[in-house]
Nanobody, 121 residues
Framework: QVQLVESGGGLVQAGGSLRLSCTAS????????WDWYRQAPGKQRELVAR???????HYVDFVKGRFTISRDKARNTVYLQMNNLKPEDTAVYYC???????????????WGHGTQVTVSS
């Protein structure tokens, strides 16, 4: 089985920074793409950033210039560096991995359980 565990969330003042981490463990053969999503109370889950196998990165407009996604392939870990945080960034942040398990022929999506980020004004 595969497990994704996020860490690094917390309470921070507006303008502050946090670094989220997500590590995948288990019978993993290959991780293709990593995504970070977030879900604020009463809102739908939304994509925040993506990093591909080739380390190409993509960001939604509301985090461009403030958030940076990166990955450590050797550790099956993805990071989200969040700077200049705003109260509207308050949400539960989830990592998502598109990966292939050992012994499988297909890629599938796996989710972490989320980590709370709260930005006070």
């Amino acid at each position: 089985q595969v497990q994704l565990v996020e860490s690094g969330g917390g309470l921070v003042q507006a303008g502050g920074s946090l670094r989220l981490s997500c590590t995948a463990s288990g019978n993993i053969f290959s991780i293709n793409t990593w995504d970070w999503y977030r879900q604020a109370p009463g809102k739908q889950r939304e994509l925040v950033a993506r990093i591909t196998r080739a380390d190409d990165t993509h960001y939604v407009d509301f985090v461009k210039g403030r958030f940076t996604i990166s990955r450590d392939k050797a550790r099956n870990t993805v990071y989200l560096q969040m700077n200049n945080l705003k109260p509207e960034d308050t949400a539960v942040y989830y990592c998502n991995a598109y990966l292939m398990m050992g012994g499988s022929d297909d890629y599938s999506y796996y989710w972490g359980h989320g980590t709370q980020v709260t930005v006070s004004s």
